[in-house]
């Protein structure tokens, strides 16, 4: 079959894509900037990407009319404040151009939404949920509460907290119940409803065997990874007490804690197990899921974050915009070195960042990270996906990657931390020689004067990098 997919370049379409090539579709991505869009080699020959943006009606011409089916996990978390309105617009938008293809089906994936008193964020999803009902294909809908995996929000939000803290003084929302779910069985599920039609205008609430209230999660995960934890809960912690807590302990950005907090206080218990019955599966149980997510990133297998989504950092309408550094009014730090182990210096570039540090002076970048966290930036707690593979659109540690070329070793690097302008990093490798840059464009006058009260700090920081970019290293392997 011809299957469009929107958001794959997010955390469930990065994993659903290489499943639908296995099994033999033709894919067409849908995405609004095609400079994110990274697609593996073995994956080339059956997919295609198109530039299409939700919120552009015109741009949704370029969807071909003969898919059978389409995919919607395009989700506004908390990239803006009036996302509501901005999402149903999007479904709006959506269905109108689907219904000008020969589309069967549309499968979407959404949240459950089982009590009267919803968040903003699920009663969002539920809006999207019935205007895409109103066209002219058979809607099936998922609707799902946490999903546990290597690399999902609320793993990685449950992973933080765990190994960071031994004593929690929590909000009462933690023993708010949940039914959470694998990212291996929302895959399956979102597969097996292909061309389904018992599934057919139809939504299904999906979760796994176990019922847990959110103190429950956060037990079971330190027991799975034999951390002794003691968690209290207090009567009085408002929802943005509770926010901050999460920002600054975790990972995630303070407009997704909000939406989380806010999500967190409902419960979401799945109705029944319908969908399990009609497709044969049977859920893993929340160990389980537990157990596969540790076996990704123990192998550094992790095939998606939610960190590489545009919504963990600034919101920036296209990355593509960014690509071409300016010069003009900018300043300029360009530094050259020779290369006398090509494999290693390549090797070392690929791997910046995250758990492998900037090379030189770590200490003043983590310092940086603080001072960018409380001023409501994303700091360097994002870290990387992988350790030694790197891909246009990731995220890496307060950057973004813009331009990740391995046959000409260049990397390219947009500042997504809180600044008074915009800043660039590049590094590439031309006639043997590494060439590092960083260029800021300022903003006014306190972008002038950020320059320069960090310029003392260049010669150090920016030296050092280079120098342990081109350092031969013996027992280096590639």
């Known amino acids: 079959m011809k299957i469009l997919l929107t958001g794959a370049t997010g955390y469930i379409g990065k994993r659903l894509l290489p499943v639908l090539v296995q099994m033999g579709h033709t894919i067409v991505c849908c995405v609004r900037d095609p400079q994110r869009m990274y697609i593996q080699e073995s994956l080339q020959d059956s997919v295609t990407v198109i530039q299409g943006d939700l919120l552009d009606p015109e741009s949704l011409a370029n969807i071909p009319n003969d898919i059978d089916i389409a995919y919607y996990l395009v989700h506004s978390m908390s990239s803006k404040k009036d996302y509501r309105s901005l999402e149903k617009t999007s ?11 020969n589309a069967k089906q549309v499968i979407y994936l959404s949240g459950i939404v089982n009590e009267d008193e919803l968040s903003d964020h699920l009663k969002s999803r539920l809006v999207v949920e019935q205007e895409l009902s109103k066209g002219r294909y058979n809607l099936t809908t998922l609707r799902s509460g ?8 609320s793993f990685e939000i449950i992973r933080d907290l765990v190994e960071k803290l031994p004593i929690m003084i929590a909000p009462k929302w933690l023993k708010t119940r949940c039914q959470p779910i694998g990212i291996r069985d929302v895959i399956n599920l979102l597969v097996g409803c292909v061309g389904k039609v018992q599934t057919y205008n139809e939504n299904f609430d999906i979760g796994g065997p176990e019922i847990l209230t959110y103190k429950e999660m956060l037990l079971g995960f330190a027991e799975a990874r034999e951390l002794k ?20 302990v975790t990972s995630t950005s303070y407009m997704l804690a909000q939406a989380l907090v806010e999500s967190m206080k409902v419960e979401v218990v799945c109705r029944d197990s319908r969908i399990f019955e009609i497709l044969d599966m049977k859920p893993s149980t929340y160990s389980k899921s537990l157990e596969f997510a540790f076996a990704r990133i123990e192998t550094d297998n992790i095939a998606s974050s939610w960190k590489d989504s545009a919504v963990s950092g600034r919101s920036l309408p296209n ?64 870290g990387r996906t992988n350790r ?13 990657v813009l331009f990740a070329d391995h046959s000409s070793c260049r990397l390219l690097l947009f500042a997504e931390m809180k600044l008074p302008g915009e800043a660039w990093l590049d590094f590439k490798i031309e006639d043997d020689r590494l060439i590092q840059t960083a260029t800021f464009r300022p903003r006014g006058l306190m972008g002038r004067l950020y320059w320069y009260s960090v310029l003392p700090f260049h010669h150090f920081i920016f030296n050092g990098m280079i120098n342990k970019l081109v350092e031969n290293n013996t027992n280096s392997t590639n």
């Open 91 to 101: 479904a709006i938008n959506f269905r109108a151009a689907i219904n000008k293809t």
């Open 229 to 248: 934890r003691y968690i209290y809960t207090v009567p009085v912690m408002t929802p943005r007490l509770s926010s901050y807590w999460l920002y600054f």
């Open 319 to 382: 990355l593509s915009e960014f690509v071409n550094v300016p010069e003009h009014g900018c300043f300029v730090d360009r530094r050259s070195r020779p290369v006398h182990d090509f494999k290693n210096t390549r090797k070392k570039i690929w791997s910046i960042g995250g758990k492998n540090g900037w090379y030189a002076f770590n200490w003043l970048w983590k310092i940086r990270g603080y001072m960018d966290k409380m001023a409501g930036g994303v700091g360097l707690r994002r």
């Open 388 to 400: 030694y593979k790197i891909e246009t659109g990731d995220a890496l540690d307060f950057w973004r």
């Open 146 to 153: 946490i999903i546990i995996g290597s690399g999902s929000a």
